[in-house]
Protein backbone atom coordinates (compact mmCIF):
# COMPACT_ATOMS: atom_id res chain seq x y z
CA UNK A 1 0.00 0.00 0.00
CA UNK A 2 1.41 3.07 -1.04
CA UNK A 3 1.22 5.99 2.08
CA UNK A 4 -1.66 9.11 1.02
CA UNK A 5 -0.43 12.21 -0.31
CA UNK A 6 -1.78 15.22 2.04
CA UNK A 7 -2.51 18.22 -0.13
CA UNK A 8 -1.31 20.59 2.06
CA UNK A 9 0.07 20.51 5.66
CA UNK A 10 2.08 23.06 7.78
CA UNK A 11 6.30 23.42 7.68
CA UNK A 12 6.35 23.43 11.80
CA UNK A 13 10.17 23.46 13.37
CA UNK A 14 11.46 23.04 16.32
CA UNK A 15 11.61 27.27 16.03
CA UNK A 16 7.70 27.46 16.00
CA UNK A 17 7.55 25.34 19.04
CA UNK A 18 9.88 26.60 21.09
CA UNK A 19 7.90 30.52 20.56
CA UNK A 20 4.72 28.39 21.68
CA UNK A 21 6.10 27.05 24.42
CA UNK A 22 7.27 30.67 25.49
CA UNK A 23 4.14 32.57 24.71
CA UNK A 24 2.73 29.88 26.47
CA UNK A 25 4.29 29.83 29.76
CA UNK A 26 5.40 33.49 29.68
CA UNK A 27 2.81 35.53 27.30
CA UNK A 28 0.62 36.95 29.55
CA UNK A 29 0.32 40.36 31.93
CA UNK A 30 2.18 43.06 30.52
CA UNK A 31 3.55 40.59 27.75
CA UNK A 32 0.56 39.60 26.52
CA UNK A 33 1.38 41.62 23.06
CA UNK A 34 4.91 40.73 22.29
CA UNK A 35 4.82 38.23 19.69
CA UNK A 36 1.57 39.86 18.38
CA UNK A 37 3.55 43.05 17.62
CA UNK A 38 6.61 41.00 16.77
CA UNK A 39 4.76 39.44 14.24
CA UNK A 40 3.32 42.62 12.55
CA UNK A 41 6.88 44.13 12.54
CA UNK A 42 8.01 41.21 10.70
CA UNK A 43 5.52 40.83 8.43
CA UNK A 44 5.52 44.90 7.66
CA UNK A 45 9.16 44.53 6.74
CA UNK A 46 8.56 41.63 4.52
CA UNK A 47 5.97 42.88 2.95
CA UNK A 48 7.33 46.54 2.92
CA UNK A 49 4.01 48.21 4.24
CA UNK A 50 3.62 50.93 6.95
CA UNK A 51 1.43 49.13 8.77
CA UNK A 52 -0.01 46.05 9.85
CA UNK A 53 -2.25 44.62 12.48
CA UNK A 54 -2.56 40.58 12.93
CA UNK A 55 -6.26 39.08 12.57
CA UNK A 56 -7.77 35.70 13.62
CA UNK A 57 -8.61 35.32 10.25
CA UNK A 58 -8.18 37.00 6.25
CA UNK A 59 -12.28 36.92 6.33
CA UNK A 60 -11.82 39.34 9.74
CA UNK A 61 -8.96 41.11 8.21
CA UNK A 62 -10.96 42.01 4.59
CA UNK A 63 -14.26 42.54 6.65
CA UNK A 64 -12.39 45.20 9.18
CA UNK A 65 -10.47 46.88 6.13
CA UNK A 66 -14.12 46.84 3.95
CA UNK A 67 -16.04 48.71 7.18
CA UNK A 68 -13.30 51.33 7.69
CA UNK A 69 -13.76 52.08 3.81
CA UNK A 70 -17.61 52.56 5.12
CA UNK A 71 -18.76 49.97 2.62
CA UNK A 72 -22.47 48.86 3.42
CA UNK A 73 -26.37 48.95 1.92
CA UNK A 74 -26.38 50.10 -1.09
CA UNK A 75 -22.51 49.78 -2.69
CA UNK A 76 -21.30 47.26 -5.13
CA UNK A 77 -17.96 45.61 -4.98
CA UNK A 78 -16.55 43.86 -7.84
CA UNK A 79 -14.41 41.01 -7.29
CA UNK A 80 -13.89 37.88 -9.73
CA UNK A 81 -16.26 34.70 -10.01
CA UNK A 82 -13.72 32.17 -8.98
CA UNK A 83 -12.87 32.65 -5.47
CA UNK A 84 -13.35 31.04 -2.42
CA UNK A 85 -16.53 32.30 -0.47
CA UNK A 86 -14.38 34.01 2.42
CA UNK A 87 -13.15 37.14 0.03
CA UNK A 88 -16.97 38.01 -0.44
CA UNK A 89 -18.69 36.71 2.58
CA UNK A 90 -17.82 39.76 4.41
CA UNK A 91 -19.12 42.13 1.61
CA UNK A 92 -22.83 40.31 2.12
CA UNK A 93 -22.47 40.49 5.88
CA UNK A 94 -21.74 44.36 5.00
CA UNK A 95 -24.95 44.83 3.43
CA UNK A 96 -23.21 45.30 -0.08
CA UNK A 97 -23.93 43.54 -2.94
CA UNK A 98 -21.01 41.29 -4.99
CA UNK A 99 -20.57 41.62 -8.51
CA UNK A 100 -19.19 39.03 -9.97
CA UNK A 101 -16.65 39.31 -13.32
CA UNK A 102 -15.11 36.56 -15.54
CA UNK A 103 -11.91 35.78 -15.28
CA UNK A 104 -8.55 35.37 -17.61
CA UNK A 105 -7.81 31.69 -18.94
CA UNK A 106 -4.49 32.43 -18.06
CA UNK A 107 -4.21 34.32 -14.31
CA UNK A 108 -6.84 32.99 -13.50
CA UNK A 109 -7.62 36.58 -11.58
CA UNK A 110 -10.41 38.64 -12.79
CA UNK A 111 -10.34 39.96 -16.33
CA UNK A 112 -9.75 43.99 -16.11
CA UNK A 113 -12.08 44.84 -19.17
CA UNK A 114 -14.69 43.17 -17.56
CA UNK A 115 -14.19 45.35 -14.27
CA UNK A 116 -14.30 48.43 -15.77
CA UNK A 117 -17.68 47.72 -17.54
CA UNK A 118 -18.96 46.21 -14.34
CA UNK A 119 -18.25 49.85 -12.93
CA UNK A 120 -21.44 51.63 -11.95
CA UNK A 121 -22.27 54.82 -9.89
CA UNK A 122 -22.48 52.41 -7.16
CA UNK A 123 -19.58 50.57 -6.87
CA UNK A 124 -17.20 51.46 -4.09
CA UNK A 125 -14.36 48.59 -4.40
CA UNK A 126 -12.65 46.06 -6.40
CA UNK A 127 -11.51 43.18 -4.18
CA UNK A 128 -8.19 41.93 -6.41
CA UNK A 129 -7.90 38.04 -5.08
CA UNK A 130 -4.28 36.77 -6.41
CA UNK A 131 -5.68 33.15 -6.94
CA UNK A 132 -3.20 30.39 -6.19
CA UNK A 133 -0.54 32.59 -6.24
CA UNK A 134 -0.95 33.96 -9.38
CA UNK A 135 -1.29 38.09 -9.67
CA UNK A 136 -4.32 40.23 -10.86
CA UNK A 137 -3.06 43.43 -13.48
CA UNK A 138 -2.47 45.56 -10.50
CA UNK A 139 -1.65 48.20 -13.64
CA UNK A 140 -4.57 47.88 -14.85
CA UNK A 141 -6.66 47.88 -11.97
CA UNK A 142 -5.19 51.12 -10.06
CA UNK A 143 -5.38 53.14 -13.35
CA UNK A 144 -9.08 51.96 -13.57
CA UNK A 145 -9.70 53.03 -9.43
CA UNK A 146 -7.90 56.13 -10.04
CA UNK A 147 -9.91 57.09 -13.13
CA UNK A 148 -13.76 55.88 -11.29
CA UNK A 149 -12.43 56.84 -7.81
CA UNK A 150 -13.04 53.27 -6.64
CA UNK A 151 -10.94 51.94 -4.30
CA UNK A 152 -8.36 48.68 -4.46
CA UNK A 153 -8.53 45.86 -2.59
CA UNK A 154 -5.73 43.09 -2.42
CA UNK A 155 -6.23 39.28 -0.97
CA UNK A 156 -3.47 38.24 -0.85
CA UNK A 157 -3.97 35.28 1.47
CA UNK A 158 -2.80 32.73 -1.03
CA UNK A 159 0.03 35.50 -2.73
CA UNK A 160 3.05 35.17 0.14
CA UNK A 161 5.51 35.52 -1.91
CA UNK A 162 3.89 36.93 -5.13
CA UNK A 163 5.29 40.02 -6.84
CA UNK A 164 4.15 42.63 -9.25
CA UNK A 165 6.81 44.51 -11.03
CA UNK A 166 8.81 43.85 -7.45
CA UNK A 167 6.02 44.76 -5.27
CA UNK A 168 4.95 42.19 -2.92
CA UNK A 169 1.13 41.01 -3.37
CA UNK A 170 -1.05 43.10 -0.97
CA UNK A 171 0.82 46.31 -1.08
CA UNK A 172 -0.31 48.00 -3.42
CA UNK A 173 -3.64 48.86 -3.08
CA UNK A 174 -5.73 50.76 -0.34
CA UNK A 175 -5.30 47.91 1.38
CA UNK A 176 -4.18 44.36 1.32
CA UNK A 177 -5.28 40.69 3.69
CA UNK A 178 -3.30 37.46 4.27
CA UNK A 179 -4.47 34.48 5.78
CA UNK A 180 -2.23 32.20 8.29
CA UNK A 181 -5.15 29.73 7.87
CA UNK A 182 -3.02 26.12 8.21
CA UNK A 183 -2.86 25.35 4.27
CA UNK A 184 -1.52 28.62 3.30
CA UNK A 185 1.90 29.80 2.04
CA UNK A 186 3.39 30.38 6.15
CA UNK A 187 0.56 29.35 9.39
CA UNK A 188 -0.77 30.56 13.05
CA UNK A 189 -3.01 27.56 12.62
CA UNK A 190 -5.87 30.31 12.53
CA UNK A 191 -4.93 33.86 11.65
CA UNK A 192 -4.16 36.90 9.26
CA UNK A 193 -3.14 40.09 8.68
CA UNK A 194 -4.29 43.75 7.51
CA UNK A 195 -1.89 45.56 5.65
CA UNK A 196 -1.95 49.42 4.60
CA UNK A 197 0.11 52.44 3.81
CA UNK A 198 -2.44 54.47 4.68
CA UNK A 199 -2.27 55.61 7.85
CA UNK A 200 -5.71 57.48 8.64
CA UNK A 201 -7.10 53.72 7.26
CA UNK A 202 -4.66 52.37 9.60
CA UNK A 203 -5.72 54.16 12.63
CA UNK A 204 -9.76 53.28 11.84
CA UNK A 205 -8.96 49.97 11.43
CA UNK A 206 -7.05 49.61 14.60
CA UNK A 207 -9.80 51.21 16.45
CA UNK A 208 -12.59 48.80 14.97
CA UNK A 209 -10.68 45.86 15.45
CA UNK A 210 -10.24 46.63 19.56
CA UNK A 211 -14.22 47.01 19.76
CA UNK A 212 -14.24 50.66 18.94
CA UNK A 213 -11.92 51.82 21.53
CA UNK A 214 -10.14 54.62 20.26
CA UNK A 215 -6.46 54.72 21.30
CA UNK A 216 -6.84 58.89 22.16
CA UNK A 217 -10.26 58.29 24.33
CA UNK A 218 -9.21 58.76 28.02
CA UNK A 219 -12.08 56.62 29.39
CA UNK A 220 -11.41 52.98 30.07
CA UNK A 221 -14.25 50.22 28.85
CA UNK A 222 -15.22 53.55 26.71
CA UNK A 223 -15.86 52.73 22.72
CA UNK A 224 -17.04 55.25 20.46
CA UNK A 225 -18.07 53.44 18.08
CA UNK A 226 -19.29 49.48 17.72
CA UNK A 227 -16.16 47.74 16.42
CA UNK A 228 -15.51 44.05 16.06
CA UNK A 229 -12.96 41.37 17.70
CA UNK A 230 -10.93 39.96 15.11
CA UNK A 231 -7.81 39.88 16.81
CA UNK A 232 -4.71 36.88 16.85
CA UNK A 233 -4.29 35.43 20.30
CA UNK A 234 0.14 35.59 21.65
CA UNK A 235 0.47 32.04 21.53
CA UNK A 236 -0.81 31.92 17.59
CA UNK A 237 1.46 35.00 16.66
CA UNK A 238 4.14 32.93 18.62
CA UNK A 239 4.22 30.54 15.81
CA UNK A 240 3.48 32.77 13.22
CA UNK A 241 6.69 34.95 14.41
CA UNK A 242 8.96 31.73 13.64
CA UNK A 243 7.18 31.52 10.38
CA UNK A 244 8.05 35.16 9.36
CA UNK A 245 12.09 34.28 10.45
CA UNK A 246 11.82 31.54 8.00
CA UNK A 247 9.55 32.93 5.45
CA UNK A 248 12.48 33.28 2.50
CA UNK A 249 12.77 29.61 3.25
CA UNK A 250 8.60 28.54 3.06
CA UNK A 251 8.43 30.66 -0.37
CA UNK A 252 11.32 29.34 -1.70
CA UNK A 253 10.08 25.73 -1.09
CA UNK A 254 6.66 26.25 -2.48
CA UNK A 255 8.66 27.35 -5.81
CA UNK A 256 10.87 24.53 -6.27
CA UNK A 257 7.91 22.55 -5.74
CA UNK A 258 6.25 24.34 -8.97
CA UNK A 259 9.40 24.15 -10.36
CA UNK A 260 9.19 19.88 -10.05
CA UNK A 261 5.89 20.04 -11.03
CA UNK A 262 6.88 22.19 -14.49
CA UNK A 263 9.99 19.68 -15.05
CA UNK A 264 8.04 16.65 -14.75
CA UNK A 265 4.91 17.88 -16.57
CA UNK A 266 6.31 20.41 -18.91
CA UNK A 267 7.01 17.89 -21.78
CA UNK A 268 3.06 16.65 -22.06
CA UNK A 269 0.69 18.52 -24.24
CA UNK A 270 -2.78 18.97 -23.45
CA UNK A 271 -2.50 20.48 -20.15
CA UNK A 272 -1.37 24.09 -18.55
CA UNK A 273 -0.03 25.43 -15.18
CA UNK A 274 0.06 28.70 -13.06
CA UNK A 275 1.48 31.30 -15.27
CA UNK A 276 4.17 33.65 -14.25
CA UNK A 277 4.53 36.77 -17.43
CA UNK A 278 7.36 39.19 -17.60
CA UNK A 279 7.55 41.08 -14.60
CA UNK A 280 5.79 38.37 -12.01
CA UNK A 281 6.58 36.30 -9.55
CA UNK A 282 4.48 34.05 -8.46
CA UNK A 283 4.34 32.56 -5.19
CA UNK A 284 2.97 29.27 -6.26
CA UNK A 285 0.95 28.63 -3.22
CA UNK A 286 -1.32 26.18 -5.46
CA UNK A 287 0.11 24.22 -8.35
CA UNK A 288 -2.90 23.78 -10.65
CA UNK A 289 -3.62 21.88 -13.56
CA UNK A 290 -6.03 22.55 -16.33
CA UNK A 291 -6.24 20.43 -19.07
CA UNK A 292 -7.36 21.16 -22.70
CA UNK A 293 -11.20 21.03 -23.48
CA UNK A 294 -10.03 18.18 -26.58
CA UNK A 295 -8.34 16.34 -23.65
CA UNK A 296 -12.27 15.41 -22.57
CA UNK A 297 -10.44 14.86 -19.17
CA UNK A 298 -13.38 16.42 -16.67
CA UNK A 299 -13.65 17.75 -13.04
CA UNK A 300 -15.63 14.47 -12.06
CA UNK A 301 -12.59 12.61 -13.70
CA UNK A 302 -9.74 14.04 -11.68
CA UNK A 303 -11.61 13.65 -8.54
CA UNK A 304 -11.81 9.98 -9.29
CA UNK A 305 -8.24 9.21 -10.51
CA UNK A 306 -6.25 11.15 -7.57
CA UNK A 307 -8.67 9.08 -5.17
CA UNK A 308 -7.47 6.05 -6.52
CA UNK A 309 -4.59 6.80 -6.58
CA UNK A 310 -4.61 7.71 -2.61
CA UNK A 311 -3.80 11.35 -3.41
CA UNK A 312 -5.63 15.03 -2.16
CA UNK A 313 -6.23 16.72 -4.33
CA UNK A 314 -8.77 19.16 -4.69
CA UNK A 315 -11.17 20.82 -7.24
CA UNK A 316 -10.76 24.41 -8.94
CA UNK A 317 -12.43 26.50 -6.65
CA UNK A 318 -16.59 26.78 -8.14
CA UNK A 319 -17.75 30.12 -9.17
CA UNK A 320 -19.13 31.68 -6.36
CA UNK A 321 -22.31 32.89 -8.77
CA UNK A 322 -22.87 29.11 -8.78
CA UNK A 323 -23.91 28.33 -5.22
CA UNK A 324 -27.28 28.68 -3.93
CA UNK A 325 -26.94 32.37 -2.21
CA UNK A 326 -26.14 34.34 -5.30
CA UNK A 327 -27.52 34.85 -8.88
CA UNK A 328 -26.45 32.92 -11.47
CA UNK A 329 -23.68 34.69 -13.94
CA UNK A 330 -24.34 31.88 -16.92
CA UNK A 331 -22.17 34.24 -18.69
CA UNK A 332 -19.00 34.34 -16.98
CA UNK A 333 -18.36 31.24 -19.40
CA UNK A 334 -14.09 30.83 -18.55
CA UNK A 335 -14.70 30.45 -14.37
CA UNK A 336 -17.22 27.80 -15.27
CA UNK A 337 -15.30 26.13 -18.06
CA UNK A 338 -12.00 26.48 -16.45
CA UNK A 339 -13.14 25.05 -12.90
CA UNK A 340 -14.98 21.76 -14.70
CA UNK A 341 -11.66 20.85 -16.39
CA UNK A 342 -8.78 21.59 -13.55
CA UNK A 343 -7.61 19.92 -10.25
CA UNK A 344 -4.82 21.80 -7.12
CA UNK A 345 -2.02 19.24 -6.99
CA UNK A 346 -0.04 18.53 -3.09
CA UNK A 347 2.45 21.05 -2.78
CA UNK A 348 2.97 20.80 1.06
CA UNK A 349 6.61 22.19 2.30
CA UNK A 350 8.08 18.42 3.02
CA UNK A 351 7.00 16.89 -0.15
CA UNK A 352 9.49 14.66 -1.83
CA UNK A 353 10.31 14.02 -5.55
CA UNK A 354 8.99 10.65 -5.53
CA UNK A 355 5.68 11.80 -4.66
CA UNK A 356 5.53 14.37 -6.85
CA UNK A 357 6.72 11.81 -9.46
CA UNK A 358 3.14 9.96 -8.43
CA UNK A 359 1.26 12.93 -8.73
CA UNK A 360 2.63 13.62 -12.56
CA UNK A 361 1.58 10.17 -13.20
CA UNK A 362 -1.79 10.63 -12.61
CA UNK A 363 -1.70 13.26 -14.96
CA UNK A 364 0.24 11.28 -17.37
CA UNK A 365 -2.14 8.09 -17.56
CA UNK A 366 -5.19 10.53 -17.41
CA UNK A 367 -4.19 12.30 -21.03
CA UNK A 368 -3.14 8.87 -22.27
CA UNK A 369 -6.61 7.33 -21.58
C1 LIG B 1 -7.80 31.17 2.66
C2 LIG B 1 -8.37 32.39 2.02
C3 LIG B 1 -9.17 33.28 2.73
C4 LIG B 1 -9.68 32.97 4.09
O1 LIG B 1 -8.70 32.99 5.03
P1 LIG B 1 -9.10 32.73 6.56
O2 LIG B 1 -7.86 33.06 7.30
O3 LIG B 1 -9.49 31.28 6.65
O4 LIG B 1 -10.23 33.64 6.86
C5 LIG B 1 -9.58 34.45 2.13
N1 LIG B 1 -9.25 34.73 0.86
C6 LIG B 1 -8.50 33.88 0.13
C7 LIG B 1 -8.12 34.28 -1.25
C8 LIG B 1 -8.05 32.67 0.69
O5 LIG B 1 -7.33 31.83 -0.04
Avoid at 30 to 54: M, P, Q, S, T, W
Amino acid sequence: MSKRIAYTKPSITELEVTYATDAARHGWGAHCYDYIHRLERGFAAHLDVKHAIATSSCTGALHLGLAALGIGPGDEVILADSNWIASVAPVVHLGAKPVFVDILSDSWCLDPDLVEAAITPRTRAIIAVHLYGSMCDMDRLREIGARHDVAIIEDAAEAIGSAWGGKCAGSMGAFGTFSFHGTKTMTTGEGGMFVTNDSSLFERVTTLSNHGRDASEPRQFFPTVTGYKFKISNIAAAIGCAQIERIDELIARKRAIMASYRQLLGPLSGISLNAEPDGVTNGYWMPSVVFDRATGVTRNMLIEAFQAADIDARVFFWPLSELPMFDARPDNLTAHDVASRAINLPSYHDMDENAQMRVANVIRDLLKA
